[in-house]
């Protein structure tokens, strides 16, 4: 019974690089989700899958954050031309249905933007 | 927009004794409001719910108590534990479920 993985665990990236953020929900879960923390913030709302659909990209901050979910299950969040502000705790969560089951979060990745 | 507000940022309570967390929210058009637990390096973990028609839920030593006429929202843990120091966020949720954080409160139990 594997939690949601997430890697890297860690990643340092010079401004102006790409950098691509991988998730592997809990087998099963239908719903994925990106959330962005920043220090003493609480979780931001990025991006929310149904399988592979995407169906709410709201909080994604600019066009250079892409999520994708291509099978439904692995999801990957691309930021691209890596900015300061974009350092945060990169958090990715899954759910079983649609129906107010809890959210289970993976341990996140910490990206720092140098 | 809905906002999700946690005005203590730390409490500090000896163990054994109660916890009451805080939350305040300004939109009412949600079915869930929730707790999560979370310990440094590691994600949130859900820890208890009240749906908006309810106005109490019981789970072990952890009672959710939600009042719509104030919006306000409060987590009690009896008695507390040294293992329960963590950030603890409130949260709602409505829709397909996207969910809402509050910036949370860091509670420290004094053993």
């Known amino acids: 019974g594997a939690g949601v993985s997430q890697s890297p665990r860690y990643k340092v990236a010079k401004r102006g690089q790409d950098v691509a953020l991988r998730c592997d929900p809990i087998?099963?879960?239908?719903?994925l989700f990106w959330y962005q923390q920043a220090l003493g913030q609480g979780p931001e709302f990025l991006t929310y899958f149904q399988n592979e659909a995407q169906l709410d990209k709201s909080g994604l901050p600019s066009d250079r954050f892409f999520a994708e979910r291509p099978e439904g299950s692995v999801s990957t969040l691309k930021i691209q031309r890596t900015q300061q502000e974009d350092s945060a705790v990169y958090l990715c969560?899954?759910?079983?249905?649609?129906?107010?089951?809890?959210?289970?979060f993976g341990n996140g990745t910490r990206l720092t933007v140098t | 927009d809905q906002q999700v507000k946690q005005n203590s940022p730390s409490l500090s309570v000896q163990e054994g004794r109660i916890s009451i967390l805080n939350c305040d929210y300004t939109?009412?058009?949600?079915?869930?409001f929730l707790w999560y637990k979370k310990y440094p390096a590691e994600g949130p973990t859900f820890l208890i719910s009240i749906s908006s028609i309810k106005d109490k839920n019981e789970d072990g030593r952890f009672t959710v108590f939600l009042n719509k006429s104030a919006k306000h929202l409060s987590l009690h843990i009896v008695p507390s534990q040294p293992g329960d120091s963590a950030v603890y966020f409130c949260?709602?949720?409505?829709?397909?479920?996207?969910?809402?954080f509050g910036t949370g409160t860091k509670l420290q139990v004094i053993p």
């Open positions: 939109n009412s058009m949600f079915d869930y």
């Open positions: 969560a899954s759910s079983l249905d649609r129906f107010n089951s809890p959210l289970h």
């Open positions: 087998s099963g879960h239908v719903s």
């Open positions: 949260a709602n949720s409505g829709g397909y479920q996207k969910v809402t």
